[in-house]
C-alpha cells in the first residue's frame, strides 16, 4: 500500500467512527425535542391547574362567607327561641 491508500484507509476509518458517534448524537436531539414538547404542555397544563386552582380558591371564600352569614344567623334564631322559651 502506498501512503495515500494509507492515508485513505485512515481517514475512512476515522470518519466511520466520526458517523458511529453521531448516530447516538441525533437519537439524543429527538429526544430533547421530545422532551421540549412534553415540558411545553406541562406549562400549558400548570397554567391550567392554577387557573383551575384560583377559581375553586374564590369558590372557597364565598362559601365560608355563606357559611358565616348561616352560622351568624342560626345563632340568633336559637338565641331567640330560647328567649322566647324563658331559657
Known sequence: MSRLDVA???FNDALG???ER???LRGL???AADAQAKLA???TERERLLARIAELE???RALAATTEEVESRLDGAIGEIRA???R
Open 84 to 86: 322566647a322559651l324563658g
Open 58 to 60: 374564590e369558590e372557597n
Open 22 to 24: 453521531t448516530r447516538a
Open 8 to 10: 485513505v484507509q485512515r
Open 41 to 43: 404542555e406541562m406549562r
Open 29 to 31: 436531539s429527538d429526544e
Open 17 to 19: 467512527a466520526l458517523e
